[in-house]
């Protein structure tokens, strides 16, 4: 079996692991199918070490930054170990990234480089990113020099001047069992569960609901917000503000039986419908693969890119992308017409059934594979 090491510069909390900590692992999984893995990442305390034997932590040496710790570990194992492949999910570059990167190349494995947000200038703003920006922008056009191929959820044929793989943002769908039918008594729930980012853009559903309900509107909407984050505040001082406290519900970080109850009573899930206060046009998130998976049809601002032309028409309502509040008249209809027509659990399995055939990661990944072993025979 070849060889692969994959380095993940992200926390990887085995007992509470986040979004982020959750597709690595579910990646590794898939990798190790066909490859002897191992994984390089932080841990709680020290480096965290994973492989076919098991997890170790390797204490970080006090008198540097962790990343630069990390970066001295993965030098020191591939010296003392052959890889056929690596995997590389990117930091943004520096002076320390690129001499790790010529490590890497000077030791004959090829070597690909993940980016998983592209374009991704606009998304961090304060002084401390923009700096990590300013190093970026200087040395990431040394990464032709040193790695084979860039994986992306972009369009983008070219990045930084290397070719890349193009794939989605896929997950495990054994790992997450379809919603439950749950009766809501009239209630028509809403759900939206991410990292709380002014991406998210639900301050336009809940001024869309005072707009509703200041309206006359009769039906009962029921927003459950599940996460935390930079927004949360503004969110609920919004709430405060137009006294829906009884109709959006902050229910924080939610996981395991608690988060799958909150889906089993979900009718609608809410994607991002504000990319555009970051001059994107798409993007490929878990959170989107997670409701399909459980088998919710999807608020957005974009198309849904696992699904055709004719079941984003069907599953996804696609809001205007910009500042407008949304219509809550239009969610209204749309829960009706897939309800109406399609009894709760059959629309969920259809759902994600259909979703499943593009967004598995075990589908999502196959083009990775497909480079590593076309890259093995031209070198065998």
């Not at 229910?251 to 109850?261: M, V």
């Not at 998976?293 to 608020?299: N, S, T």
């Not at 509040?325 to 259909?354: C, G, H, K, W």
Request: glycine share 6%; with cysteine.
């Amino acid at each position: 079996m070849k060889k692969m090491l994959y380095i993940a510069p992200v926390l990887i909390d085995d007992n509470i692991p986040d979004g982020v900590a959750k597709k690595v692992l579910n990646q590794v999984n898939v990798f190790s199918k066909k490859y002897d893995t191992t994984l390089i990442s932080y841990g709680n305390n020290g480096l965290r070490k994973s492989n076919s034997t098991g997890i170790s932590v390797i204490p970080y040496s006090s008198n540097v930054h962790r990343r630069f710790n990390l970066y001295n570990v993965v030098a020191e194992l591939v010296n003392n170990e052959h890889f056929n492949y690596i995997y590389v999910r990117y930091p943004k570059s520096d002076f320390k990234f690129i001499q790790l990167l010529k490590k890497l190349k000077n030791s004959t494995a090829k070597v690909v480089v993940e980016i998983p947000t592209f374009p991704y200038h606009e998304k961090d703003k304060d002084l401390k990113s923009i700096g990590v920006l300013i190093l970026d922008y200087i040395f990431r056009k040394q990464l032709k020099k040193y790695i084979d191929r860039i994986v992306t959820y972009s369009d983008d044929t070219e990045i930084f001047g290397v070719r890349t793989i193009n794939t989605l943002n896929g997950i495990i769908f054994d790992n997450i069992e379809c919603k439950q039918s749950v009766n809501s008594s009239g209630i028509i729930n809403i759900i939206g569960v991410s990292a709380i980012r002014s991406i998210q853009g639900w301050d336009r559903i809940i001024e869309g609901m005072n707009k509703y309900y200041y309206n006359g509107g009769t039906q009962n909407i029921v927003f459950n917000i599940v996460g935390d984050g930079p927004h949360l505040k503004k969110y609920q001082d919004l709430v405060s503000k137009y006294d829906l406290e009884d109709k959006i519900i902050f229910h924080g970080f939610k996981s395991g039986k608690e988060l799958d109850e909150l889906y089993n009573s979900a009718h609608i899930g809410i994607n991002s419908i504000a990319i555009h206060r970051e001059k994107l046009k798409t993007e490929s998130t878990l959170k989107t693969k997670e409701y399909v998976a459980k088998g919710l049809p999807i608020v957005s601002s974009y198309p849904i890119e696992i699904f055709n032309e004719d079941e984003n028409s069907k599953y996804v309502l696609q809001v205007p992308p910009n500042e407008d509040s949304v219509n809550m008249e239009s969610i209204i209809e749309f829960y009706n017409e897939l309800y109406d027509t399609t009894a709760i659990q059959p629309l969920a399995m259809e759902i994600r059934e259909s979703a499943r055939k593009t967004c598995d990661m075990d589908i999502t990944l196959q083009c990775v594979f497909d480079y590593f072993d076309l890259m093995g025979e031209k070198n065998g």
